[in-house]
Nanobody, 120 residues
């Protein structure tokens, strides 16, 4: 199995910054993609940013220019640098990782989530 664990959430004032981390561990043969998703109260979970093995990234329009996703392949770790935070960024942020545990076994793992709260 593959586990992912998020860290780095917290409370910050509007305009501030936070850096989230997501570490993947376990039976990892290959990581094809990692992504950050968020879910605010009463809303559906949405994609925030995603990075694939070749380094290509994509972002939600609402975070473009403010958030940066990156990945340390050697550590199987992904980061989300969040700048110029807004109250509407308040949500539980989830890490997702997908890839192969072996040549024939896929995985799609989710973390438990980390709370990000932006006060106005």
């Amino acid at each position: 199995q593959v586990q992912v664990v998020e860290s780095g959430g917290g409370l910050v004032q509007a305009g501030g910054s936070l850096r989230l981390s997501c570490a993947a561990s376990g039976s990892i043969f290959r990581i094809d993609a990692m992504g950050w998703y968020r879910q605010a109260p009463g809303k559906q979970r949405e994609l925030v940013a995603r990075i694939v093995s070749g380094g290509r990234t994509n972002y939600a329009d609402s975070v473009k220019g403010r958030f940066t996703i990156s990945r340390d392949n050697a550590k199987n770790t992904m980061y989300l640098q969040m700048n110029s935070l807004k109250p509407e960024d308040t949500a539980v942020y989830y890490c997702n990782a997908g890839g192969l545990m072996s040549m024939w076994a896929k995985y799609d793992s989710w973390g438990q989530g980390t709370q990000v709260t932006v006060s106005s």
